[in-house]
């Protein structure tokens, strides 16, 4: 499947490119592409560099696919789609990556200058270098070393650079899976915006989310004479205690996703009366609730509102049920599709680590994807400080995950 004395070359020249990476590194940080609706320009700068490095490094077919925004200071989001020619057009390989980055927030908790990445201790910090640069990098370096190499992948090789996934997607990979059809079933598509400090975690599947504002509405009265009111808070304690109940009538395993089982957890609370010396006569809560793929959202809600119409009974309450999110998990991809299993093996070769097909319990961009119809997996080795002050990007994940992606082109 792989040539060894190939792979050997390649990681050689990847290594060699370590200086390299780092200085794009610091030069993406220093074009920060923060959404208009979070107070900045886009990703048209950033997206200006990245084109002209595409275009200058062996890439054909280097489109720039710009989703309308009127917020933008160019009127529209860039997405750029890349090719590298393997030895086979069967299938392309895909590795998508996203440009866009949060803000700073609390500028006093950054040891710099956000913007001005710096080197400490075999890091580099600045916003944005590991969410998403650092496997941006990685990718555009594994291609590189080929074309240093003068060694043809596999098959071909598509860099997909997004815009907008910080904010919903829908300026970005969204949109581009609207307005083209680059994307073939049967290619390979990595998105490394997840993933574990091991390397170790090849994301495949995901929990539907369903966030719920409860309402219970019973009557006001004084403290003293609780007969006249009903008191809405009661009624709710009830009703929670009665959702327990979901655990028990969900209780389908899947040792795909940690922890294995749909949650049902009441969560937020809002304040009621002021006083103590009041009945309250309305009460809300909310529910984070995650559920695994395998039951549909509407059959989860049915069953609520069920044990609600009992409590509104016993009770003499009223109880609604407002979603605050409603996301249905996209279809899985399965833990022996394609991608997963080169992955695997690039990762056992590269970081001499058994890497497992896992789901989470919330939304990734690869569930675009997958609800396409496609076969994507989630993976990256990172040490989670996206969003963070002080984010960095370990040089030696850069590097390495660099390699893995070189491995997985270089499979046949
Ligand atoms: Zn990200």
New binding site residues.
């Given amino acids: 499947m792989i040539n060894p004395e190939l792979f050997a070359r390649i990681a050689r020249r990847v290594e060699s490119f370590r200086n390299a990476m780092i200085d794009m590194q610091v030069k993406l940080c220093a074009l920060p592409a923060i959404a208009p609706s979070s107070g900045g320009e886009g990703e048209g700068k950033k997206a200006e560099f990245l084109f002209t490095h595409l275009s200058q490094n062996g890439f054909h077919d280097v489109q720039m696919i710009k989703a309308p925004d009127l917020d933008a200071p160019d009127g529209f989001r860039p997405n750029i789609l890349a090719r590298y020619k393997g030895k086979s057009q069967a299938r392309t390989i895909w590795v998508m990556t996203?440009m866009d980055i949060v803000p700073p927030g609390e500028v006093s908790l950054w040891r710099g200058n956000p913007y001005k990445a710096w080197i400490e201790k075999g890091r580099v910090h600045g916003r944005g270098v590991e969410?998403?640069q650092q496997d941006m990098v990685a990718s555009l370096f594994a291609v590189k070393a080929f074309q240093a190499e003068g060694l043809l992948p596999a098959c071909d090789i598509g860099i997909a650079l997004v815009a907008d996934?910080?904010t919903g997607s829908r300026k970005g990979i969204d949109y581009v899976l609207k307005q083209t059809d680059a994307f073939r079933k049967n290619d390979l598509i990595i998105v490394p915006?997840a993933g574990n400090e091991t390397g170790t975690l090849i994301e495949v599947a995901e929990k539907s989310l369903l966030w719920l504002k409860i309402k219970t509405m019973g009557r006001q009265a004084h403290g003293s004479t609780p007969e006249k009111g009903i008191n809405s808070f009661k009624a709710a304690s009830f009703l929670i205690t009665e959702l327990e109940k979901l655990y028990t009538i969900f209780n389908a395993g899947d040792p795909l996703f940690d922890p294995p089982i749909s949650t049902f957890e009441p969560t937020k609370k809002e304040a009621n009366v002021p006083n103590i010396n009041t009945i309250p006569g309305e009460d809300i809560f909310y529910m984070d609730n995650r559920i695994l793929p395998c039951y549909r959202v509407p059959e989860v809600q049915k069953k609520m509102r069920e044990i609600a119409d009992a409590i509104e009974k016993s009770h003499g309450v009223k109880i609604t049920f407002e979603e605050e999110q409603n996301a249905p998990a996209a279809p899985p991809t399965p833990a022996e599709a394609a991608v997963v299993l080169a992955l695997k093996h690039a990762i056992l070769d590269v970081y001499g680590k058994e890497a497992r097909p896992a789901g989470i319990g919330g939304g990734t961009v690869a569930a675009l994807f997958r609800r396409n119809g496609f076969e994507a997996a989630c993976w990256s080795k990172l040490d989670e400080t996206?969003h963070q002050p002080n984010e960095y990007c370990i040089i030696d994940n850069m590097v390495g995950d660099a390699k893995v992606y070189a491995h997985v082109f270089l499979q046949e």
């Fill in positions: 996203h969410d998403n996934e910080e915006d996206a």
